[in-house]
């Protein structure tokens, strides 16, 4: 695929995304195709990777995928506590290293926020299904940032 048609690609789905609830990435292949798009899977995960997409909330038991844009930091602050609130499930910690929990399919989203924050003592965040896992440069560095991460998600619980 050339670099007309990924662009291309990439504008239909923020067109989609912002005119329907989408709910998975199925349901965004469907949409595609519905708009003449053929693509796999692996495709559309790598696009809302690079249109900064993450899964939001609707209300209990009800997702949508929105497009995270440029924000100041107290705009991914509030991001962040929407996040914890909608996905974090537990925080803990090792020497230099957090480990947050998340529910199912969703530390990715998690993940995005914390990196778009650009702390400069996370070296880097690894996510899986539930699972981030965040490498700070300094034990003392990973104590505040997470007192001030357990701080969020008990202000939410």
């Known amino acids: 695929m050339n ?3 990924t662009k291309i690609r990439l504008q239909i789905i923020k067109k989609i995304i912002s005119e329907q609830e989408v709910s998975d990435q199925i349901h965004l292949l469907n949409a595609l195709k519905n708009s003449g798009i053929e ?3 692996a495709t559309i995960s790598r696009d809302l990777q690079r249109l900064n997409v993450v899964k939001v909330r609707v209300e209990a038991g009800r997702y949508r995928y929105e497009i995270l844009k440029k924000a100041s930091e107290s705009d991914l602050k509030d ?11 537990q925080i803990k910690s090792a020497n230099n290293m957090i480990v947050i929990k998340t529910t199912s399919g969703n530390a990715n989203s998690v993940a995005v926020i914390i990196d778009r924050l ?3 003592e996370i070296l880097g965040t690894i996510a899986g299904d539930d699972t981030i896992l965040i490498v700070l440069d300094t034990d003392e560095n990973r104590k505040r940032i997470e007192n001030e ?9």
């Open 79 to 89: 991001q962040l506590r929407v996040v914890f609130d909608n996905f974090v499930n």
């Open 39 to 41: 693509t796999t899977q």
């Open 118 to 120: 650009g702390l400069p």
């Open 3 to 5: 670099d007309y048609t």
């Open 149 to 157: 991460f357990i701080n969020i998600l008990e202000k939410i619980v």
